[in-house]
Nanobody, 125 residues
Framework: QVQLVESGGGLVQAGGSLRLSCAAS????????MGWFRQAPGKEREFVAA????????YYADSVEGRFTISRDNAKNTVYLQMNSLKPEDTAVYYC??????????????????WGQGTQVTVSS
């Protein structure tokens, strides 16, 4: 069982920045690809960013490319999402997910078998 705890959400004005953190409970964190997804009210959960276990490879949704950066600190069992130039359309609950089983489906919800509880990000205009 892997526990994931997100933090860092909050209210920010458009153009501002926020950094989300996701802390994992397992020492084997370095084996897991990690992803960030988000869900706005009335919308489907969508892929935001992902990172390989080593951190060598990253993946981004077109909507956040160039604005968001995913990174990880395996010594701290933590993955981060740095969000810059935030827009009102970025408002959503952001979820951290772990691919413990090695599915390798980086951009799909079905590629992850552990999920955090989510953290709210609200961007005002």
């Amino acid at each position: 069982q892997v526990q994931l705890v997100e933090s860092g959400g909050g209210l920010v004005q458009a153009g501002g920045s926020l950094r989300l953190s996701c802390a994992a409970s397992r020492r084997t964190f370095t084996r897991y690809a990690m992803g960030w997804f988000r869900q706005a009210p009335g919308k489907e959960r969508e892929f935001v960013a992902a990172i390989s276990g080593s951190g060598a490879s990253t993946y981004y949704a077109d909507s956040v490319e160039g604005r968001f950066t995913i990174s990880r600190d395996n010594a701290k069992n933590t993955v981060y999402l740095q969000m810059n130039s935030l827009k009102p359309e970025d408002t959503a609950v952001y979820y951290c997910a772990a691919d413990q089983l090695g599915y390798g489906r980086r951009r799909l919800e079905s590629g992850y078998n552990y999920w955090g509880q989510g953290t709210q990000v609200t961007v005002s205009s």
